[in-house]
């Protein structure tokens, strides 16, 4: 099984309320990516962050194998998420890992 977890930071200059949309955005857009294969085993996206947390965002998924990944990478509804992930976040943090 492959790990794949990533933390964002949403851009500075958004308000509050754009801040919440976004989140709830990405939220929703990847955890609908669920059902694109049974290789994709997770997706569960961390929006209520606490203020000890120096990430706005976090992915936590699950894949069978390297390939499952990027399948889910090159999939058509995660490239679409992935444009509009771009234009809200400042920085990206990426683990991948094998358990």
């Known amino acids: ?3 794949h977890m990533i933390i964002w930071n949403l851009k500075a ?3 509050v309320d754009e801040k919440e949309t976004a989140k709830q955005k990405i939220k929703n857009e990847l955890e609908a990516l669920i059902d694109i294969s049974d290789d994709v085993l997770e997706i569960k ?5 606490l203020d000890t947390s120096t ?9 069978k194998d390297k390939k499952a990944l990027e399948f ?10 992935a444009v ?6 400042a920085s990206r943090h990426c683990i991948d890992y094998i358990v």
């Not at 996206?45 to 962050?49: A, E, G, K, L, S």
């Open 13 to 15: 200059d958004l308000s």
């Open 55 to 63: 990430g706005d965002i976090m992915l936590d998924s699950s894949f």
């Open 45 to 49: 996206v961390v929006i209520n962050t």
């Open 72 to 81: 889910y990478a090159s999939h058509p509804e995660h490239v679409e998420a």
């Open 1 to 3: 099984m492959l790990k």
């Open 84 to 89: 509009f992930i771009k234009s809200v976040v």
